[in-house]
């Protein structure tokens, strides 16, 4: 890990790139019939890989992305989001805005009630879902227990923990 000394770095350094290590892919729970996922922030980034994948791939799996930004000026990707879900007819985006007053959506905290709610509105049966969390810490202390209460298993909750 170089970031610490990213500032250090010149043209004619050398570099070493490795892939990722981690298991936070849908392909590795082939038995998971629907995809949950829950996003906050930069969080959106493994979760866009997944759904990429998905768009050339396996056009129609069934899948529901709920993305909790602070504000619609944070949403990256929103042009090739809004191409997906024209593409794949399973596929639904939910954004959830905690700070954006002029938001006509979904508003405030991923919580137990709104995550209820969306998985019944979108019809994932919980027994045959994977649900896939990356975000910021905060959110992930409370999507976890709040899925758990819901009536999801432990085994069906995948999560992605980063550090900035």
């Known amino acids: 890990d170089f970031t610490s000394r990213i500032g250090e770095i010149r043209e ?7 892939g990722p290590y981690g298991r936070f892919s849908y392909l590795n729970f082939p038995w998971e019939k629907s995809i949950f996922l829950i996003v906050g922030g930069v969080g959106i980034t493994p979760a866009l890989g997944m759904i990429r994948y998905m768009h050339s791939q396996d056009r129609s ?28 007819p399973y596929f639904r985006m939910i954004p959830v805005m905690f700070k954006d007053e002029e938001w ?15 998985i019944e509105r979108h019809g994932h049966d919980i027994k045959h879902t994977g649900f896939y969390v990356c975000g910021p810490l905060p959110m992930m202390k409370a999507v976890i227990p709040a899925l758990k209460a819901i009536g999801v298993k432990r085994r069906k909750i995948h999560y992605e923990k980063f550090s900035l």
Do not use: C, P, Y
């Open 61 to 88: 799996r069934h899948v529901t992305l709920v993305w909790g930004l602070n504000n619609r000026h944070e949403m990256i990707s929103h042009d090739e989001i809004k191409q997906i879900q024209q593409d794949m």
């Open 104 to 118: 006509e959506g979904e508003r405030g905290v991923i919580d137990q009630i709104l995550l209820a709610r969306i």
């Open 12 to 18: 004619g350094f050398r570099a070493t790139v490795d």
